[in-house]
């Protein structure tokens, strides 16, 4: 078990980029999600899915947030025009049942400028 | 899950006391109870949960307590030791439909004193 990874750790990018994170969860997990944190809140809720499947996204998400997960292995989160409001710790989790742990990433860290 | 409230927000305890979170929630389709806990710049780390048809669970110095007729469950330490300090954050899920979401609470900021 090598853990959920994501890369890059850390991206500092200018207002108006458009940005893409990964995330390769543990290989027999088939759930993945994608939350945000802030300095000071809980992780917020972004997109799930299962397998290749995207089944929830948040009605808070704005449309130039998108997220894939084409072969149901890892998974892209992509901002598109970012603004100072992106800023934010993404995070990255998997699990392998309904009722199982969910196991988190050490994150991708966004600044925008 | 839905609206979910962690009381307090800030709680700081002599190092051997006990020290007990609570969580609320709106969602009576709600079915698993986990608790976080996140360390400074790390990310978070499961370490208990409870399902609805258990009313409590207990491993080591940590414990949790669901009252599924109030909406609320509760994570409880005892013999608080200084590595204990760190954010910790509920997060109930539904078991409704198309619900798949964890919603995290807003985290509850424990110092544990020497």
């Known amino acids: 078990d090598t853990g959920v990874s994501q890369d890059p750790r850390h991206k500092i990018t200018k207002r108006g980029q458009n940005v893409t994170f990964r995330c390769d969860p543990i290989?027999?997990?088939?759930?993945l999600y994608w939350y945000r944190q802030t300095l000071g809140q809980g992780p917020e809720f972004l997109t799930y899915f299962q397998n290749e499947a995207q089944l929830e996204k948040s009605r808070l998400l704005s449309d130039r947030f998108s997220a894939e997960r084409p072969k149901g292995s890892f998974s892209t989160l992509e901002i598109q025009r970012t603004e100072q409001g992106d800023s934010a710790m993404y995070l990255c989790?998997?699990?392998?049942?309904?009722?199982?742990?969910?196991?988190f990433g050490n994150g991708t860290r966004l600044t925008v400028t | 899950g839905e609206n979910v409230e962690q009381h307090p927000s800030t709680l700081s305890v002599q190092e051997g006391d006990s020290a007990v979170i609570k969580c609320t929630y709106s969602?009576?389709?709600?079915?698993?109870f986990p608790w976080y806990k996140q360390e400074l710049g790390k990310r978070p780390q499961l370490i208990i949960d409870i399902r609805s048809n258990v009313g409590e669970k207990k491993d080591q110095r940590i414990a949790v307590t669901l009252n599924k007729t109030a909406k609320h469950f509760s994570l409880h330490i005892t013999e608080t030791q200084p590595e204990d300090s760190a954010v910790y954050f509920c997060a109930p899920k539904s078991s409704g439909g198309s619900n798949y979401k964890l919603t995290f609470g807003k985290g509850t900021l424990l110092t544990v004193n020497p």
């Open positions: 969602d009576s389709a709600s079915n698993y």
């Open positions: 290989s027999e997990h088939n759930r």
């Open positions: 989790a998997s699990r392998s049942s309904e009722g199982s742990p969910l196991h």
